[in-house]
């Protein structure tokens, strides 16, 4: 769930919560990079360094400071814990425990 599709990602690097993200730029009416360049004062160039067309990318500190200011919001809604990306994924869980089925009686034949 939580890893980048991006194949240089390093562990130790922050990383956009995209889809909680998507979800604050809708609120806010923010439709493009570069009307979020225009919000929060940064460059273009900046953000699209950041961003790519899907909203992934590395997250730098400049960007999550001026996010969380401009949305308000915890850097959690904002960037993914790292520890979290390390995670594995919960196990399924296990079936209910069935008792194992009789041996069948074999039938002797007369002889």
């Known amino acids: 769930m939580l890893l980048p599709d ?41 953000i699209y360094e950041a961003f790519d067309d899907n909203w992934r990318g590395r997250a730098t500190p400049m960007l999550i400071y001026r996010l969380a200011r401009l949305f308000n919001c915890p850097l ?22 069935r008792p194992p089925h009789p041996l069948p009686v074999q039938k002797r034949s007369a002889t």
Request: glycine content about 4%; charged content about 25%.
């Open 76 to 97: 959690s809604a904002i960037v993914l814990e790292p520890a979290a990306l390390n995670r594995r994924p919960p196990r399924p869980p296990r079936p209910p425990h």
């Open 6 to 46: 991006d194949d240089n990602y390093h562990v130790d690097e922050l990383v956009w919560n995209t889809s909680s993200l998507l979800n604050l730029l809708v609120r806010h009416d923010i439709h493009s990079r570069g009307e979020l360049a225009a919000r929060i004062g940064a460059s273009r160039s900046r």
